[in-house]
């Protein structure tokens, strides 16, 4: 699960989040790549290749396209508080 208290900076404000590759838990991001190649509207990569939400989904399907990156995330890097 995500740790909602290492959020990555970048992230847009909203109920979807990535967590900061630093985070103790180890559940940070690892620059796989997944949820920004399956769904470039809403992940984006910072200069070092990790992710954060670059754009919070607005509809029902948007909302189900974040879900399903949120659920592949292999290191669960992908929160959503909402």
Same mark, same amino acid.
């Given at each position: ?10 992230? *847009?404000?909203?109920?979807?989040? %990535?967590?900061? $590759? ?7 991001? *690892?620059?796989? *790549? ?5 769904? $470039? ?11 954060? %939400? ?8 948007? %909302? ?10 292999? $290191? *669960? ?6």
């Amino acid at each position: 699960m995500a740790n909602s208290e290492q959020k990555h900076p970048a992230n *847009t404000p909203g109920p979807f989040y %990535v967590t900061s $590759p630093d985070d103790p838990e180890g559940q940070g991001c *690892t620059a796989c *790549t997944i949820c920004y190649t399956a769904a $470039p509207e809403f992940f984006s990569e910072d200069s070092e290749g990790y992710a954060y %939400v670059s754009r919070q989904p607005e509809t029902q399907a948007e %909302v189900d396209l974040c879900r399903e990156q949120l659920e592949a995330c292999p $290191p *669960t890097a992908i929160g959503n508080d909402g």
